[in-house]
């Protein structure tokens, strides 16, 4: 069992920026690929950023590429999502997840992902 614990969130204004954690229970954090999600008013979860377990390999939604950067600290157990020039559609509830799988395409499936945080909100005002 994993469990997973977000903060980070807030209110921020466009163009600004906020730094999302994602804290892990397992000390075998590192065997984990992460994934950040998030699910905005009215619509689908959808995938934002993921890495892998070495955190050698990311991979990024069209839709934030350049703007966010995903890391993970695994002597922490920790996994970070720094984003940068928000804009209002960010506005959304992030969760991390974990995924027990090797690093592949399919991880920007959320149905791949074993645990999840219970979310933290990021809204960015206009």
């Known amino acids: 069992q994993v469990q997973l614990v977000e903060s980070g969130g807030g209110l921020v204004q466009a163009g600004g920026s906020l730094r999302l954690s994602c804290a892990a229970s397992?000390?075998?954090?590192?065997?984990?690929?992460m994934g950040w999600f998030r699910q905005g008013p009215g619509k689908e979860r959808e995938f934002v950023a993921i890495?892998?377990?070495?955190?050698?390999?990311?991979y990024y939604a069209d839709s934030v590429k350049g703007r966010f950067l995903i890391s993970r600290d695994n002597a922490k157990n920790t996994v970070y999502l720094q984003m940068n020039s928000l804009k209002p559609e960010d506005t959304a509830v992030y969760y991390c997840?974990?995924?027990?799988?090797?690093?592949?395409?399919?991880?920007?499936?959320?149905?791949?992902?074993?645990?999840w945080g219970q979310g933290t909100q990021v809204t960015v005002a206009s």
């Open positions: 997840a974990a995924a027990g799988r090797p690093w592949n395409n399919a991880m920007i499936i959320d149905l791949n992902y074993d645990y």
């Open positions: 397992k000390r075998t954090f590192a065997s984990y690929v």
């Open positions: 890495i892998s377990g070495s955190g050698g390999g990311t």
